[in-house]
């Protein structure tokens, strides 16, 4: 493709009401008390965050999601709408709703409170209508997304972001080989080239591992490596940097760039997530307009 803005993404996954708490280090596990740095709520989910990016971005894009007609549902239906994510939420008993422990060097335990009722025949045929004219589908893990790959008869690309992936984890199995794309952390690897090796003979043509703030790789199916430094900037939380990467890689490969210069896209788009306690700076807007 050589124009992004006419290609059609659908994302599908979570998106979440978090609570996010910064610490000075994460809790040793024996009673004590912490003070917090800060605390704020505010819209979280890797698909959300993904959306929010490729719409900053240009992207004709919606996100399907699992929503209840609770208030944290209707707080992520008007954040992201305000944001102008194009969203398809389908029903659920309950929104998911995480406790995230932060440090400023970007360690995290996320507590998930409530996630969402399993998804319905319904809401799976909705959805792969939506499917049947996108050229890009990004498949976040989820029960959702498993269900979808397993019913699989549309054609678009599959991306998929496994993130803290081992290589060994039969739930991530299917995502694996049924994605063109892979993208991953290194945080349970002490070797990424080797991980992205081992993806690749599942069948993906491209894998990509970010590394924090050694930048990232990618290897793709001729076994060609490629290396991209991180983007020099003010850091105000690791949160949803990924998610902003994958975006921005995304975008760069739908408008003909090759992976070197996808990369420099998505380590350029990071950025946006890293100098803002939200998914994606629009939210600080959002938000604390609300809170006003």
Same mark, same amino acid.
């Given at each position: 493709? $050589?124009? =992004?803005?006419?290609?059609?993404?659908?994302?599908?996954?979570?998106?979440?009401?978090?609570? %996010?708490? /910064?610490?000075?280090? #994460?809790? /040793?596990?024996? =009673?004590?008390?912490?003070? !917090?740095?800060?605390?704020?709520?505010?819209?979280?989910?890797?698909?959300?965050?993904?959306? %929010?990016?490729?719409?900053?971005?240009?992207?004709?894009? /919606?996100?399907?999601?699992?929503?209840?007609? +609770?208030?944290?549902g209707?707080?992520?239906? *008007?954040?992201l !709408?305000?944001a102008?994510?194009?969203?398809?939420?389908?029903?659920?008993t309950? $929104?998911?709703?995480?406790?995230? #422990?932060?440090?400023?060097a970007?360690?995290?335990?996320?507590i998930?409170?409530?996630v969402?009722?399993?998804? $319905?025949?319904?809401?799976h045929e909705?959805?792969?209508?939506?499917?049947?004219?996108?050229?890009v589908?990004?498949?976040?893990?989820? /029960?959702?997304? @498993?269900? %979808?790959?397993?019913r699989?008869?549309?054609?678009? !690309?599959?991306?998929?972001?496994?993130? +803290?992936?081992?290589?060994?984890?039969?739930?991530?199995?299917?995502?694996?080989?049924?994605?063109?794309?892979v993208?991953?952390? *290194? +945080?349970?690897? +002490?070797? =990424?080239?080797? %991980?992205?090796?081992?993806?690749l003979?599942?069948?993906?043509?491209?894998?990509?591992?970010? #590394? &924090?703030?050694? &930048?990232?790789? !990618?290897?793709?199916?001729?076994?060609?490596?490629?290396?991209?430094?991180?983007?020099?900037?003010?850091?105000?939380?690791?949160? &949803? *940097?990924?998610?902003?990467?994958?975006?921005?890689?995304?975008?760069?490969?739908l408008? &003909? *760039?090759?992976?070197?210069?996808?990369? @420099?896209?998505?380590?350029?788009?990071?950025?946006?997530?890293?100098?803002?306690?939200?998914?994606?700076? @629009?939210?600080?807007?959002?938000?604390?307009?609300?809170?006003r």
């Open positions: 493709m $050589t124009d =992004p803005d006419a290609a059609r993404v659908i994302v599908v996954g979570p998106a979440s009401w978090n609570h %996010l708490i /910064e610490l000075d280090q #994460l809790p /040793e596990p024996t =009673p004590h008390m912490q003070f !917090a740095r800060r605390s704020l709520h505010t819209v979280g989910g890797t698909s959300a965050g993904k959306a %929010l990016h490729l719409r900053d971005l240009g992207v004709d894009v /919606e996100l399907h999601c699992l929503l209840g007609q +609770d208030d944290d209707r707080r992520i239906r *008007a954040a !709408a305000e102008g994510v194009r969203l398809h939420a389908h029903p659920s309950r $929104t998911e709703r995480h406790v995230n #422990l932060m440090t400023s970007g360690e995290r335990v996320s998930y409170v409530d969402p009722s399993p998804s $319905t025949n319904a809401v909705t959805i792969e209508r939506s499917l049947a004219s996108a050229d589908a990004i498949l976040d893990l989820s /029960e959702l997304g @498993s269900t %979808l790959i397993e699989r008869e549309w054609a678009a !690309a599959v991306w998929v972001d496994l993130h +803290d992936y081992d290589g060994r984890s039969r739930f991530h199995e299917p995502f694996v080989r049924a994605a063109d794309v993208f991953m952390n *290194a +945080d349970r690897t +002490d070797d =990424p080239w080797a %991980l992205l090796t081992a993806c003979t599942r069948g993906p043509r491209v894998a990509v591992c970010t #590394l &924090g703030a050694q &930048g990232a790789i !990618a290897l793709d199916h001729a076994g060609h490596r490629y290396t991209v430094d991180a983007v020099p900037t003010d850091v105000v939380d690791t949160n &949803g *940097a990924g998610d902003a990467f994958m975006a921005g890689f995304l975008h760069a490969n408008a &003909g *760039a090759d992976i070197a210069m996808s990369l @420099s896209a998505g380590a350029k788009q990071a950025t946006a997530a890293l100098q803002t306690m939200h998914l994606h700076p @629009s939210l600080d807007v959002v938000l604390s307009a609300r809170e």
